[in-house]
């Protein structure tokens, strides 16, 4: 697909999450507590999530017909046509539930392991990130780049916790105490998808986290690749959706938290 096309679906894909995320914002004004859904301990959904995915599916149906799906909520639907979307249709729904305004939707468009379209929708501060392949990253229709920052210690640094598999959690706060040493500060937004797309446009100078699932982070990686950015494992590697672990940061910082990550993380 050239990307004069991949534009195009952008740009359609982008209309269709500003109509969805009208609806997130509507049900969460009137949200009934009673009916959130609980998937495993600490791994929260409710109708919202549903049907904000079934939303989605059907206008990415729409727009480009025979793709396959993958999404958070239970859609798998085998491609036809080589393309695939992987969809989280409500990326922060702890918070969402708690009334906490940082919530997002995330779509990734992928053919064959390679990332075509990442869009990352802000649903309070109605911020859309975008970007196609070999396009640039854009969000609400301005040129984003990361952060121009060079050194670690000049860095804002996002993370997040893992909802299971606890195991890996003292290597992780020996992360967090090497960061913590390394940079300005650390943040936890409670949404992946807006933790890359804070990255993309330099609000945040990096973001690392595992235990993700590729919905969570498939958009936003697209989205920090076209800004200038460096996405990778925690051993630096391009593996970061099979191996469920990523590092997300402009050149210079990201070799920087690579080194502090992987020590930490194997010692």
């Known amino acids: 697909m050239d990307a004069k096309r991949l534009?195009?679906?952008?740009?359609?894909?982008?209309?269709?999450?500003?109509?969805?995320?009208?609806?997130?914002?509507?049900?969460?004004?009137?949200?009934?507590?009673?009916?959130?859904?609980?998937?495993?301990?600490?791994?929260?959904?409710?109708?919202?999530?549903?049907?904000?995915?079934?939303?989605?599916?059907?206008?990415?149906?729409?727009?480009?017909?025979g793709a396959g799906f993958l999404g958070e909520e239970g859609t798998n639907k085998p491609t036809e046509n080589g393309f695939t979307w992987i969809i989280d249709p409500l990326d922060g729904t702890t918070n969402f539930i708690h009334g906490i305004p940082i919530f997002s939707i995330s779509i990734a468009l992928v053919s064959n392991n390679d990332y075509c379209i990442g869009v990352v929708r802000e649903v309070n501060l109605n911020e859309c990130f975008y970007a196609w392949k070999d396009g640039g990253a854009y969000m609400n229709g301005e040129r984003i780049s990361v952060s121009p920052q060079k050194e670690l210690k000049a860095g804002l640094i996002a993370t997040g916790f893992p909802y299971y598999n606890f195991e890996k959690m003292p290597q992780y706060m020996n992360i967090l105490s090497g960061m913590m040493e390394g940079c300005h500060g650390i943040r936890r937004l409670g949404s992946a998808a807006v933790d890359l797309a804070y990255v993309a446009c330099g609000r945040l100078e990096g973001f690392f986290e595992y235990n993700l699932n590729a919905w969570d982070v498939a958009g936003g990686s697209i989205i920090v690749k076209e800004a200038g950015g460096v996405v990778s494992t925690f051993s630096n590697t391009e593996n970061y959706i099979e191996d469920r672990e990523i590092i997300a940061a402009p050149a210079d910082i990201h070799k920087e938290m690579q080194s502090i990550i992987y020590k930490k993380w194997n010692s």
């Open 7 to 65: 534009k195009e679906i952008t740009h359609k894909v982008v209309k269709l999450t500003e109509k969805v995320g009208e609806f997130i914002a509507i049900e969460r004004r009137n949200f009934d507590p009673s009916k959130i859904e609980y998937k495993g301990l600490n791994d929260l959904v409710s109708y919202v999530d549903k049907t904000a995915e079934k939303k989605i599916v059907e206008g990415l149906t729409n727009i480009l017909p």
